[in-house]
């Protein structure tokens, strides 16, 4: 594939996730915004956008067997896989940082205010997460997989109480680019997970795994965005015209 300044971010990493790596690099949002050509996001950030398309062509004419094609799933198997490994690992992992965040505010809170910000913004995501993804399990992703039984037994799909998959779609999208900026506070606050010098252990570890929760919310929020939304609302328009 040649890639050229012209692709939507979000559409080459659909295709590719070893693109991610590329975007993350140069600071590129390939999730929340990557509805974005690789130009347009290059001129917000000042950057040559020659270089990301080179590196990107790079990525992408090596081999991995690790890399897996999300994009071949079925959508139904897709919205299984979010909510069994990403949802799990919000509801696992926020237990495992908020007594973390805590104890540090407590002991280096006084040398390092920030840490109190962090803690702040890292609550209000684990709330509003919470939230975010009930929504999806109880309303979206149950009529994601009606639909793909509908088609794949070729029934009539009722319509749903919320009228178009693409309503739910974009609620989920907008509460992604709230968590997506209030992630970027916390890299910023944190000096992109950069503890100081005069740091615990448990300092450390509090910074790593708030790092990890970053990239794991970055893939989990492509997998919607860029992969499970546009076929969902797809697939909706093939049923309705079925």
């Known amino acids: 594939m040649n890639i050229q300044e012209n692709n939507i971010i979000g559409e080459l990493v659909a295709q590719d996730y070893r693109a991610a790596s590329v975007f993350k690099k140069y600071g590129i949002d390939f999730c929340c915004q990557g509805n974005r050509t690789i130009q347009d996001a290059c001129e917000s950030k000042e950057i040559d956008a020659s270089s990301v398309v080179s590196?990107?062509?790079?990525?992408?004419?090596?081999?991995?067997?690790?890399?897996?094609?999300?994009?071949?799933?079925p959508?139904?198997?897709?919205?299984?896989y979010i909510e069994k490994k990403h949802h799990r690992y919000?509801?696992?992992?926020?237990?495992?940082?908020?007594?973390?965040?805590?104890?540090?505010?407590?002991?280096?809170?006084?040398?390092?205010?920030?840490?109190?910000?962090?803690?702040?913004h890292f609550n209000a995501t684990a709330g509003e997460l919470a939230a975010h993804m009930k929504k999806e399990e109880l309303i979206l992703f149950p009529f994601v997989r009606k639909m793909a039984k509908a088609k794949q037994e070729n029934t009539k799909l009722e319509a749903p109480h919320f009228g178009t998959v693409e309503n739910p779609i974009q609620m989920m999208m907008h509460e992604h680019t709230t968590e997506g900026e209030r992630f970027r506070k916390?890299?910023?606050?944190?000096?992109?997970?950069?503890?100081?010098?005069?740091?615990?252990?448990?300092?450390?570890?509090?910074?790593?795994?708030?790092?990890?929760?970053?990239?794991?919310?970055h893939?989990?929020?492509?997998?919607?965005?860029?992969?499970?939304?546009?076929?969902?609302?797809?697939?909706?328009?093939?049923l309705k015209n079925a």
């Open 186 to 217: 916390i890299e910023t606050l944190s000096n992109n997970y950069t503890p100081p010098e005069d740091a615990c252990n448990t300092y450390r570890v509090t910074f790593a795994l708030l790092k990890e929760f970053e990239a794991d919310l």
């Open 55 to 73: 590196d990107l062509n790079e990525v992408s004419k090596a081999t991995s067997e690790n890399t897996i094609d999300y994009q071949s799933w």
């Open 219 to 238: 893939l989990h929020i492509h997998l919607e965005n860029n992969i499970l939304f546009p076929k969902a609302i797809e697939l909706e328009k093939q």
């Open 90 to 120: 919000v509801e696992e992992k926020t237990r495992e940082i908020t007594p973390y965040l805590d104890k540090i505010c407590r002991v280096h809170g006084d040398r390092h205010p920030e840490l109190f910000e962090i803690n702040e």
């Open 75 to 80: 959508i139904d198997l897709m919205a299984d």
